[in-house]
T-cell receptor
Framework: AQSVAQPEDQVNVAEGNPLTVKCTYSVSGNPYLFWYVQYPNRGLQFLLKYITGDNLVKGSYGFEAEFNKSQTSFHLKKPSALVSDSALYFCAVRDKGDTDKLIFGTGTRLQVFP | EAQVTQNPRYLITVTGKKLTVTCSQNMNHEYMSWYRQDPGLGLRQIYYSMNVEVTDKGDVPEGYKVSRKEKRNFPLILESPSPNQTSLYFC????????????FGAGSRLTVL
């Protein structure tokens, strides 16, 4: 069965510092991996995805994520955090062999302090 | 503008009073899905549809119904709402599924008293 784990409920970082939001996954086959962001009172917005190929994926707003197959991880990163990055971040996985189901993690709240 | 529109955005109702949350998309997407978001549980899929007249259960379908009579619309029906269905609901759509990106609606916050 597919599953996604986001081990941190909240991540705090100072503005200008690098940030990492962790995600690990479990699928029986090869994964499609996604990161979405949710700002207050808004729906989720797509940030980036991994399909195949280069393990480092670049996305919107300066975010990137690294796919690590051996560690089954897909951590979200940004070299320099902004206060406006403060939001709720969701990792999601879809098994390429079972593309109907997209499983979301429980979310990580990112708080960037001035 | 390409979008997914949900209505109502906010609703307070009482136990047992049937309600429908509408969802409409203007992107000609085949795939549509309903999720509920609860603190500590993330987003859980309720129902999804691969195309017109094709629907299937997600992880938490109990107490909900859906229909897909037209490609653009995917209403969520609560025949007899209960307090444990108090939640934030999201509709989303995409071209097929697989690696395609979901476009989400703004959400519908439902409170069942």
């Amino acid at each position: 069965a597919q599953s996604v784990a986001q081990p941190e409920d909240q991540v705090n970082v100072a503005e200008g510092n690098p940030l990492t939001v962790k995600c690990t996954y479990s699928v029986s086959g090869n994964p499609y991996l996604f990161w979405y962001v949710q700002y207050p009172n808004r729906g989720l917005q797509f940030l980036l995805k991994y399909i195949t190929g280069d393990n480092l994926v670049k996305g919107s707003y300066g975010f990137e994520a690294e796919f690590n197959k051996s560690q089954t991880s897909f951590h979200l990163k940004k070299p320099s955090a902004l206060v406006s990055d403060s939001a709720l971040y969701f990792c999601a996985v879809r098994d390429k062999g079972d593309t109907d189901k997209l499983i979301f993690g429980t979310g990580t709240r990112l708080q960037v302090f001035p | 503008e390409a979008q997914v529109t949900q209505n109502p955005r906010y609703l307070i109702t009482v136990t047992g009073k049937k309600l429908t949350v509408t969802c409409s998309q203007n992107m000609n997407h085949e795939y549509m899905s309903w999720y509920r978001q609860d603190p500590g549980l993330g987003l859980r899929q309720i129902y999804y549809s691969m195309n017109v007249e094709v629907t299937d259960k997600g992880d938490v379908p109990e107490g909900y119904k859906v229909s897909r009579k037209e490609k653009r619309n995917f209403p969520l029906i609560l025949e007899s709402p209960s307090p444990n269905q108090t939640s934030l609901y999201f509709c989303a759509s995409s071209s097929y599924s697989g690696a395609n990106v979901l476009t989400f609606g703004a959400g519908s916050r439902l409170t069942v008293l």
